[in-house]
């Protein structure tokens, strides 16, 4: 095969010829055949055919060889175009199904609404054509694949279809030409054999080949196969001939035998038995010779399904040899693995299996090869046929064990677990053909058994209880079949199967399948045994337990919880009782398997109990939803009590490992804990078993049952009287937790109603209580954490109330909130205050946390409710809840409220509280109490009579007289003998006791006793719970077997006894002299510190209502209220007890301990108190840092802040530096530096005129086209300018910067230099990690953290001639033009070289490094001087741009913005003024002279050497003014300042009306032109814009090149008329950037305060601002623009020479000269793409679309919110340098500040420079929820106040310091 390969490569050009020469031929062959086919006697012409096809379809030619895939083609088309004939057979197409399948990670639809099966789905073109609104439906990525249900009305409701499936299209389609597809019929079989042939012929056992060579073999196959699935495409009707094709069993059996006269054939064919025989399935002709021949024809369909299993074990030799070799080679400490005998088969299933037709062979293969995609896809794109649909289910299920079998083999048993779903779930969602299948092909038993088979191969023998003796096997959960999850689609299938009520129902009825059901649940009892470490700590922590939940949730709850939707009815019953008695007959077998006797084994605990848990949840069934009665279905109290044992050991340990008993064990064992409670488990698994001990307890002896428990949790030894005590079992600090865990048990039990008659409306609502008070949650987090039924079939939650309606009932929403800097808040809901008040129930919440700090979380939001509502101040106690009546069933239960044993326990606890024994808690006394309240209100109904007479005096009766627990409260018990450690203070220490207060001297109020000994003995109680239970369990084992049993149970209480500890215990006796009352109202006294704290009266002057809330002084007032209103005799003894004027006993206000006691409780009070007030403090101080440091508003008056008004001081300005807090001024040699961070922007180049954002293209016609930005607009000018004028000039001419600017900005705190290195040098040596990088110069500001990367040094404050430079001048204009000039000519004086000059040195080059070197280069010479002026005062430039931007893009609100208040303007000016004063401009090029003065063109002549300079109306005007205010001695004069401010504005002036003039049409040029000359010599016609207008337009009007004459395009510009009011406010809007812009720089330079002004009059405003116009006594509306000018020379010369520079340009073209002239200073505000509403537009269209650099569709797209570039994340294939696409695109559109939307997850990342942060996503659900990763795929709508807030972020380059967690990218987004 392999040479043969090569060979065929090599000749492969030849084979392309060839091809191309016989095409003709192919088609006039297949044309002929068409026609001799079609003719009646045929027989010649099939001949041929089959002759032509022998060569053709050759199985020994190569596969790869696509000639015989040509002539199939040519044939199957019969003579036209194959496209073509495509075409036709669809028109033909009468399929109703979509059936379209889809493979992994495609993103389909699933609406519960229509949905009938859970699996439904819809691919997204058929679910946008159907009507879906108001649906409940999902997006979601598919993770097996699948196919689409439209149109199958077996899966959907028919309202959901889509419109092409709604109409039963079959109808109207013509039938079908019967020539049309006879050639298909004809050439199809063999080319299908030709596959099956090849299939044969490549496979090899897997032992000897490798995976490789199957997928080679594949791969040459690939072309036929895509062949078969085109054909599939084609429609019904070619669906209908393959579908014959493969199930004609005629056809098969002459082509697929082993041909006699064919070697090759006959080769293959051995090969096919030999690979049937390997898979266990018998061929046929050895199984006819072995068995009698009589196949029933029943079995038929089923055939061989078990054949696999063969109950001869041997199977295949080999297997068993490996299975051996596998044990030999684990280490000698892993535990053997245990074989079964499978002798539990169902014989009639293991028949064998035989292929009769193609589509077996096919599947067969298919299965061989571990399910190839394309096959997959094949076999499932047939579907639609119905034929086909029965044929296909019935072989799959013929081959089920086999592909389990192969499953369990395969190295990639993921992928195909998830092939094999992809197939299971198209064919058994449908409820008739699951049906079809149970009945005809055995599949419930075939599925049964291959489950039973694939965990016996896995089992190990079960170390619980008994190791040596146990014959229980169980599955060992770190096999990889369990660890990997393997048996998942087996069991999905089952589940699936089961969901629908025909099957489940046969399943119930048959009573083997069950038991083999129980069975297989069985090896899943006690899997994952733990043991208690006790030693030292475990090696090596196992996480196989992981793997154990997971098995038993999928493998046994889900089919449980799916068998139980059907058990819902009266009908039901038997199934119901059936299923009881199976598991108790099972778990009868199983507690004899492991030797169960009575007692659990020390030290174990494992968490599986999927018997007890099925027993549970169907007997809760059948009361609630059967009417069944619960006795029938109880087993003997013997079996009650060992049922009771191992859910109750869970319980006891649970407690145990959160009283860190089980630490040695690792983290792991924690893990289990959390997860038994955890919301997916918990309804599973803690329930069942919690409701199981309810039903334990209501029918076995309540005695007994507390006792069991006391003795289960291991506190026996501390219920005692004594002070101490010895603990066998338990460590002293582990007694309290174990003791609290013990009660809060006992609580839990008795007062949870979740299975004892809640309805399912009522436990829905406790659930979501529950988690709502633990902390507010957001709705898709709730609906996970509410435990719903997990079988899948029930979307919906049950009950009548739904998830929503319910959820509005308990919860407020609070919607998110958005501060901008705050971080993203999700919409959360809340609970309401009702249900606060009355409804939390922090029982529930103990249940349900998996955190203990829950717990705490619920108790503090209560307690902050309570406070803000002003119901309770003080720290609340759990509130107690009243429950919901119990189910008569279960009202044994309340017995146990009512037993000696608990009253006793009850008493001796409030008594060890009262007396402060050690280990005693606030959080027992809140049990102890609850449970008496629970007593009170749940009374045993008294009905003496069945109680039996007691025999023998038991050893409690003596304590109290009866049961009742309103009786027994004011029992008073006198005498109590306990055993005590010789140490012990009871223990009498000299002979004769002479007076009663000795006691007390041991801080102990129990009064010893003097007298005679003999006759308190006899009164004096002794209790111990050990005895009393044994004693117990013998009798109820003695009545229910009379015959004596007993002596085989040996007595294991010896276990209980201390070994010989040193302090012996000896026997004394205390006085007590108390009741449970009596000793209730003394606590009440210790708690409210004040003796008689209840009068004699208090119970009539008692205000009930407010008893809910409180702390325990309320919780005992409620009780004694209780008892009192129940029973008179207890209102009395109350009486009584209060009124005894407070006895001068207990003696204890002065004794030690309790002083101590009382000490610690007011230290700590006090403790607590000190605490809040320094945090008080601590917050209020940050406050106020927080006021200074960041405020927005308010402006700020210290210097240091606020930088601009530095100048203002008369003295030097102070700074204070915040590493060593001196403060001090900046001097030459210890500058002082700003905190700055420097980053590259392109904001500003991002705006576009129109104020509207652009929207994000989501079609393909719309496109964004970026010639429109401020960016492109300035490249595009100054590149215009380069082509016709002086570099050096040009370069002045213009701003850069508007890309890849630098932007600078302070957080406002300063420190010194030197300070600031010796911080970065910790900072270097910091092994912390830190989110940003210290070698690239960053650091966070060490007062207010913020992220920054230099440091700009403060200029020494000059504070003398502050006020002379300052003052306002009243020289003569021309006097100051020639002071500007003398400045200018007279260079500053060169800085020293100083510690200052050096810093100001090394913040230029840290500027330089902040952008990329394309955005520093335009000049034609790279690193020219002039270069560097241009960046220079461009930077500047930047930022007040940018500071314009931030204040809105006007001055309209004045006064310092948050913008200024990041700005540090003032001495990034002084800075960059030092580093200009470098560059002298040469006096023959100085602007300034051109501003100001006529000069005589004499250089006519030197223009030809060289190019022109930019004549003076093409300049910027702003960039001028940076220029000259940056190379002028500092500091500037404000007087010289305002000189230049006017001299320039003349020539802004007349730029708008050049510009202005250029956009009139010809004919209003003419108008304007001549009225203006009219009034040229009027008085002020040098400030009236119409003769200046007049007079610019006939001196341009020289040139023929500036205004084109009648141009369409003219007239375009200027459709509206203009008037003078028209004109006049276009010349205010040309002139006004430069005005903000001066008048920014003024506020900056000289602190100027900036007012406020409406927009209408921000013109006139900044005008007086800047001493253009007299201040404003005019009325606004009269300001003229002109009238703001100043002329020093005649007005007419100065324009008509700058005019004439234009002018005098003769290479110009009308284009190049008007776009230089006609330029509009006015930008909008840069903006953000607009984004759809609805986020599945953009996901529809972005998410498969391809990428326009590699032209693939990417795995992770990408998009560019700032220009809509569309860019593959993480991809590979557009990498350029190691560089990734969206961090390139970072670069060069945001000078590496990139905003993308990451399409497959909704979010938002940012890039900054070499950091990237996830921002969150701007899109949110209808709870206004995030759904990153689409994982939930609800609809998300965009949120307005989220993007506008990113927008926020990005125009004020805020994203450093707003988002916190950052991480490097290396590139590689």
């Avoid at 199984?287 to 038929?300: H, L, N, P």
């Avoid at 009522?762 to 633990?774: A, D, F, G, N, P």
């Avoid at 009786?967 to 002479?994: C, D, G, M, Q, Y």
């Avoid at 998009?1759 to 590979?1772: D, M, Q, S």
Wanted: aromatic letters at 8%; a negative charge.
């Amino acid at each position: 095969m392999q040479d043969n390969k090569n060979k065929f490569v090599d000749s492969k050009p030849e084979c392309m010829m060839a091809a191309s020469l016989l095409r003709r031929d192919k088609k006039a062959t297949a044309a002929h055949f068409k026609a001799d086919l079609n003719r009646t006697d045929n027989s010649s012409g099939v001949r041929q055919l089959q002759e032509l096809l022998d060569v053709v379809l050759n199985p020994e030619k190569p596969a790869a060889d696509t000639e015989a895939l040509d002539w199939c083609k040519c044939l199957i088309a019969g003579g036209e175009g194959f496209e073509e004939f495509c075409v036709t057979v669809r028109s033909y197409d009468n399929a109703t199904l979509c059936g379209l399948v889809w493979t992994a990670n495609f993103v389909a639809y699933r609406c519960r609404t229509c949905g009938i099966s859970p699996c439904m789905s819809l691919c997204a073109e058929c679910f946008n054509n159907g009507d879906h609104t108001g649906h409940d439906f999902n997006m979601f990525r598919s993770q097996a694949g699948g196919a689409c249900d439209c149109g199958d009305s077996n899966v959907m409701r028919e309202s959901g279809f889509c419109r092409r499936h709604r109409l039963k299209t079959g109808e109207n389609v013509p039938s079908i030409p019967q020539d049309l597809l006879l050639m298909s019929e004809m050439v199809l079989p063999r080319f299908i054999q030709c596959i099956i042939q090849y299939l044969r012929d490549g496979y090899v056992e897997p032992d000897t080949s490798t995976d490789r060579d199957l997928q080679t073999v594949l791969q040459q196959l690939e072309p036929q196969i895509s062949f078969l699935e085109e054909l599939t495409k084609m429609g019904g009707a070619m669906r209908t001939v393959l579908t014959k094709i493969l199930t004609n069993l005629q056809t098969f059996k002459e082509l697929s035998m082993g041909q006699e006269e064919n070697l090759y054939a006959k080769k293959n064919y051995d090969k096919y038995l030999s690979a049937l025989k390997n898979s266990g399935l018998v061929s046929v002709e050895e199984k006819a010779q072995g068995a009698t021949a009589d196949v029933t024809v029943g079995a038929e369909g089923g055939a061989g399904a078990m054949a696999l299993l063969g109950s001869a074990a041997p199977g295949s030799p080999d297997e068993s040899i490996k299975e051996d070799d596998q044990d030999a080679g684990q280490s000698v400490g892993q535990r053997k693995r245990v074989k079964l005998s499978s002798s539990t088969k169902d014989p009639r299933i293991i028949e064998s299996l035989k292929h009769k037709c193609f589509l077996e062979e096919l599947l067969f293969w298919t299965i061989k090869y571990e399910f190839p995609q394309k096959m997959v896809t094949f076999l499932l794109n047939m579907l639609p046929d119905q034929d086909y649909k029965i044929n296909f289910t019935k072989t799959f299920v013929q081959h089920y064990a086999f592909i389990m079998k192969t499953l369990m083999k395969s190295h990639e048993s993921d992928t195909m677990s998830n092939r094999i779903v992809h197939i299971s779930v198209q064919l058994f969602s449908n409820e008739e053909l699951a049906r079809h299948m149970t009945e005809e092909c055995h599949l419930l038993d075939i599925m049964v058994t291959v489950l039973l088979y694939m965990m016996e191969s896995c089992l190990i023998k079960s170390e619980l209880q008994d190791e040596e003796s146990s014959r229980h096997v169980v599955v060992n959960c770190s096999e990889a079949l369990l660890k990997n999850n393997t048996y998942w689609p087996l069991v999905s299938d089952f589940i699936n199967i089961l969901s629908h009520q025909s099957v489940a129902k046969k399943f119930l009825e048959d009573q083997s399948l069950l038991m083999l059901w129980m069975s297989f649940v069985s090896f899943f009892q006690g899997m994952n045994l733990n043991k208690r470490e006790l030693n030292e700590h475990v090696e090596f922590e196992s996480q196989t337990y992981y793997a154990a939940f997971a098995a038993e949730l999928e493998a046994c709850a889900q089919p449980m919880w799916g068998l139980l939707t059907h058990c819902k009815v009266k009908e039901t019953q038997e199934y119901t009782k059936t299923v009881v008695r199976y598991c108790l007959e099972t778990l009868q077998i199983w507690f004899d398997a492991i030797g169960f006797i009575d007692e659990p084994a020390l030290n174990q605990v494992t968490f599986h109990l999927p018997l007890h848990r099925y027993y549970a949840m169907f007997l809760s069934k059948a009361i609630k939803c059967q009417g069944l009665d619960l006795d029938s279905l109880l087993p003997d109290q013997e079996m009650l009590m060992k049922i009771m044992v191992h859910p109750l050991q869970i319980q006891a340990c649970l407690s145990e490992i959160h009283s860190n008993m089980w630490v040695r064990n690792g983290l792991q064992i924690k893990g289990q804990a959390m997860t038994y409670v955890q919301s997916h488990f918990c309804n599973s698994m803690i329930d069942p078993d919690i409701y199981l001990l309810q039903v334990c307890a209501s029918r076995l002896d309540p005695d007994y049952f507390i006792s069991s428990v006391f003795e289960r949790f291991k506190v026996v030894d501390l219920l005692t009287m004594a002070s101490q005590h010895q603990n066998a079992v338990l460590d002293s600090e582990q007694e309290r937790p174990m003791l609290e865990g013990a009660l809060t048990f006992l609580v839990i039990l008795t007062s949870l109603r979740i299975h004892l008659g809640m309805t399912d409306d009522e436990i829905l609502r406790s659930e979501m209580v529950s988690q709502l008070c633990m902390n507010d949650r957001t709705h898709s987090a709730l609906l996970d954490l509410i435990p719903e039924n997990p079988n899948p079939k029930s979307g919906i939650v049950p009950g009548s109330c739904s998830f929503e309606e319910m959820l509005s009932g308990v919860a407020d929403f609070k919607a998110p909130v958005f501060e901008p800097g705050g971080s993203m808040q999700q919409g959360m809901y809340t609970p309401k205050a009702e249900v606060w008040e009355n409804e939390f129930d922090p029982i529930m919440v103990i249940l349900r946390t998996v955190y203990r700090r829950d717990v705490q979380s619920a108790m503090d939001r209560y307690s902050a409710f309570l406070k803000q509502s002003g119901i309770h101040t003080g720290n609340p106690w759990p509130p107690y809840k009243e429950r919901t009546p119990l189910h008569p069933c279960y009202k044994g239960l309340i017995k146990l409220l009512h037993c000696k044993t608990l009253h006793i326990v009850i008493f001796t606890l409030l008594y060890k509280i009262w007396m402060d024994h050690q280990n005693m808690s606030e959080h027992v006394l809140c049990m102890v109490l609850y449970l008496i309240e629970l007593g009170l209100d749940n009374q045993v109904q008294d009905n003496k009579g069945d109680e039996e007479p007691c025999i023998e005096e038991h050893c409690h009766d003596s304590w109290f007289p009866g049961t009742n627990l309103l009786s027994n409260l004011h029992h008073v018990i006198n005498f109590v003998r306990v055993r005590v450690p010789e140490t012990a203070p009871e223990v009498k220490r000299e002979a004769p006791p002479s007076t009663s207060t000795e006691a007390s001297s041991y801080g102990q109020n129990s009064r010893r006793l003097s007298g005679n000994w003999r006759e308190n003995l006899r009164e004096a109680q002794m209790f111990s719970l050990v005895a009393e239970r044994r004693r117990k369990f013998q009798e109820i084992i003695n009545r229910s077997n009379s015959e004596a049993t007993q002596v085989i149970r040996p007595k294991s209480s010896t276990r209980w006894v201390p070994p010989g500890t040193p302090p012996q215990l000896v026997t004394e006796i205390l006085e007590i002299r108390e009741s449970m009352l009596s000793l209730l109202i003394k606590l009440h006294q210790k708690m409210s510190s004040r003796q008689n704290s209840l009068s004699a009266s208090w119970l009539e002057d008692m205000d009930t209502s407010r008893h809910a809330h409180g702390d325990g002084i309320t919780a005992i007032e409620r009780i004694l209220t209780k008892a009192a209103t129940r029973s008179c005799q207890i209102k009395r003894s109350i009486q009584d007890i209060c009124g005894k004027v407070c006895p001068p006993v207990p003696p204890k206000k002065s004794s030690p301990s309790d002083k101590k006691t009382m000490d610690k409780e007011e230290r700590r009070q006090r403790a607590r108190e000190r605490q809040q007030k320094l945090l008080a403090e601590f917050a209020s101080r940050q406050k106020s840092f927080m006021e200074t440091a960041m405020d927005v508003e308010s402006p700020d008056t210290e210097a240091a802040m606020d930088v601009g008004a530095s100048e203002v001081m008369e003295s030097e300005v102070l700074y204070e530096c915040v590493i060593c807090g001196q403060s001090g001024p900046s001097t030459e040699d210890r500058p002082i530096g700003l905190v700055v961070l420097l980053q590259a922007s392109s904001v500003l180049g991002h705006r576009c005129k129109n104020k509207e954002a652009k929207d994000l293209p989501t079609t393909d016609e719309e496109h964004i086209y970026p010639a429109d930005t401020c960016g492109v607009a300035h490249d595009v000018r100054l590149t215009l300018m380069q082509r016709f004028f002086k570099d050096s000039s040009c370069l002045q001419s213009v701003s850069i910067g508007w890309d890849g600017g630098v932007y600078v900005q302070t957080c406002g705190h300063t420190l010194h230099i030197d300070c600031h290195k010796s911080y970065m040098e910790s900072l270097r040596n910091d092994q912390v990690l830190q989110g940003f990088s210290v070698d690239k110069g960053e650091f966070t500001c060490p007062l207010c953290r913020q992220f920054a990367n230099s440091v700009l040094p403060c200029r020494p404050g000059r504070g003398t001639e502050g006020g002379a430079w300052h003052a306002p001048t009243n020289k003569k204009t021309g006097v100051l033009v020639k002071e500007v000039e003398d400045l200018q000519e007279r260079l500053g004086p060169f800085p020293t070289e100083s510690n200052l000059s050096k810093e100001m040195e090394l913040v230029i080059k840290d500027i330089k490094n902040t952008t990329q070197k394309k955005y520093m280069d335009y000049g034609r010479n790279p690193g020219s001087p002039d270069n560097d002026f241009l960046f220079m005062y461009s930077v500047a430039r930047t930022n007040l741009e940018l500071e314009l931007v931030h204040r809105g893009g006007n001055l309209c609100s004045g006064g310092a913005s948050a913008a200024a208040k990041r700005s540090c303007l003032n001495q990034l000016f002084h800075v960059l003024a030092m580093h200009m004063r470098l560059y002298s401009i040469d006096s023959a090029y100085n602007p300034w002279t051109k501003l100001t003065q006529i000069t005589q063109s004499k250089e006519a002549d030197s223009f030809d050497e060289e190019r022109p300079e930019v004549p003076m109306l093409f300049r910027d005007v702003p960039s001028l003014l940076i220029i000259f205010v940056l190379t002028m001695p500092q500091p500037l004069r404000k007087e010289h300042f305002t000189c230049v401010v006017r001299m320039l504005f003349n020539l802004q002036f007349t730029q708008a009306l050049a510009a202005l003039s250029a956009k009139f049409s010809p004919e209003e040029r003419q108008a304007w032109s001549t009225s203006g000359a009219l009034k040229k010599n009027a008085a002020n016609a040098e400030k009236s814009f119409e003769v200046l207008l007049s007079h610019a337009t006939s001196e341009l009007s020289k040139n023929k090149s500036i205004y084109k004459v009648n141009t369409e395009e003219t007239s375009m510009l200027s459709s509206s008329v203009w008037s003078p009011q028209s004109i006049e406010f276009s010349l205010q809007q040309f002139c006004l950037p430069f005005l903000r812009l001066s008048c920014l720089l003024q506020h900056h330079l000289y602190g100027d305060n900036l007012t406020g002004c409406l927009e209408e009059e921000e013109f006139s405003c900044l005008a007086v601002c800047l001493g253009l116009l007299p201040s404003a006594t005019q009325p606004s509306n009269t300001v003229h623009s002109a009238s703001c000018l100043e002329w020093t020379v005649s007005a007419f010369e100065l324009m008509s020479q700058w005019c004439a520079e234009v002018t005098g340009l003769s290479q110009l073209q009308y284009e190049q000269s008007s776009t230089l002239v006609v330029q509009d200073p006015q930008w909008a505000a840069p903006r953000l793409l607009h984004l759809p509403d609805n986020y599945n537009i953009i996901f529809q269209y972005y998410h498969r679309k391809a990428c326009t650099s590699c032209k693939k569709v990417p795995k992770d797209p990408a998009l560019c919110l700032v220009c809509g570039a569309f860019v593959c994340l993480k991809g590979g294939c557009c990498k350029q340098q190691g560089i990734c696409e969206c961090v390139l695109h970072s670069q060069h559109c945001g000078a590496a500040t990139g905003i993308f939307l990451l399409i497959n997850a909704s979010v938002i990342i940012i890039i900054r420079g070499h950091r990237f942060c996830l921002w969150g996503s701007v899109y949110l659900d209808a709870h206004g929820e995030e759904d990153r990763d689409l994982r939930r795929g609800k609809p998300l709508f965009l949120c307005e106040e989220r993007y506008r807030v990113l927008e926020q972020q990005w125009v004020s380059h805020t994203f450093d310091h707003i988002n916190k967690r950052w991480g490097p990218h290396y590139n590689g987004l």
